[in-house]
């Protein structure tokens, strides 16, 4: 029990539909974040979020549409994904600049 | 940029050896944080260890121990008495700060088997 939980763990979705990947930390942590890991890549930043502001965007594509409402939960919206989006998603929280705990990702397919 | 570099694509250790995964890294900030992150095979990653740049002696906890070597830019990861669950993917990375908080680049990883 890590204290991150994400949810769905595995989805599979076609290119034309609207899905949400949903991650709560119960740490008590300000920063939330959204990672991608794709096969044999590093894992790459997508999103930051501190005290619910966006502080990073790495050049994510517009497909892609994180939310916080608030320090304990970060959502990301996906909508016309493309089959090379297909990874596993991670969400990572920290207290500051301390080390970040992450959940346990959500595998994602788009057919 | 800073980059962190894994070699060992691959490793086998037997069951109640020691075991070091090697970690280089590429920096030109004074002040840095190097950790070391474990992912089983169902994902998650779970926070292992960290040493920080002015930290004067090696990190430990456990069974892990940093090998920390500044002047060489490495941080080599010792798993002492390996066990069957240490078998996993693991993670070195680096802290680059962002504002307030932290941007972690990792290596790409080592795939540690640990053989009975």
């Known amino acids: 029990e890590t204290g991150v939980t994400q949810t769905p763990r595995h989805l599979v979705m076609g290119m034309t539909n609207k899905k949400s990947l949903k991650c709560e930390q119960h740490l008590g942590h300000n920063a939330m974040y959204w990672y991608k890991q794709s096969a044999k890549k590093p894992l790459e930043l997508m999103f930051v979020y501190n005290f619910k502001e966006q502080t990073e965007n790495n050049s994510v594509p517009s497909r892609f549409s994180p939310e916080c409402p608030n320090s304990s939960h970060l959502f990301l919206h996906l909508h016309t994904l493309q089959p090379e989006d297909s990874a596993l998603y991670l969400c990572?929280?920290?207290?500051?600049?301390?080390?970040?705990?992450f959940g346990p990702g959500t595998r994602l397919t788009v057919l | 940029a800073q980059k962190i570099t894994q070699t060992q694509p691959g490793m086998f250790v037997q069951e109640k050896e020691a075991v070091t995964l090697d970690c280089t890294y590429d920096t030109s900030d004074q002040s840095y944080g190097l950790f070391w992150y474990k992912q089983p095979s169902s994902g998650e990653m779970i926070f292992l260890i960290y040493q920080g740049s002015y930290d004067e002696q090696n990190a430990t906890e456990g069974r892990y121990s940093l090998n920390f070597q500044k002047a060489r830019k490495s941080a080599n990861l010792v798993i002492s008495a390996s066990q069957l669950g240490d078998s996993a993917m693991y993670f070195c990375a680096m802290r680059e700060r962002l504002g307030a908080t932290n941007k972690l680049i990792f290596g790409t990883g080592t795939l540690l088997a640990v053989q009975p």
């Open positions: 990572a929280s920290s207290q500051s600049r301390n080390e970040q705990f």
